[in-house]
């Protein structure tokens, strides 16, 4: 149930320059609406997950933070794949394996 609400919420952000910060991406994403969730991975450089509490406000941010420059790298913004819970890593690296076998 919890998944199917934040369908369509949730932002994949590449192009993240190494220094930047939550504070950063909030000011960026927070003019479209309430952010609800800022996500630096730290074991993938350079991209962000930006959540948000409604799905209108998420589509916007996609199509007008795009193509932004954050200290000196260009966004990309797009749909984030897969929601975030921690129980799915099943289910990802299922998906990665499925990838690995069509590329060999």
Not at 4 to 13: D, E, N, P, Q
Request: charged residues 30%.
């Amino acid at each position: 149930r919890a998944q199917a609400s934040a369908h369509g919420k949730r932002l994949f952000v590449s192009g993240v320059a190494p220094e930047a910060k939550k504070t950063d991406l909030q000011r960026e994403f927070g003019e479209f609406g309430h952010v609800t969730d800022i996500e630096l991975p730290l074991t993938a450089k350079g991209v962000a997950f930006v959540e948000f509490d409604n799905a209108k406000d998420a589509a916007e941010a996609l199509e007008c933070v795009t193509g932004r420059k954050l200290k000196g790298m260009v966004l990309k913004v797009k749909m984030a794949d897969i929601q975030k819970n921690k129980v799915t890593g099943e289910a990802v690296d299922r998906m990665s394996g499925i990838t690995k076998v069509e590329n060999d």
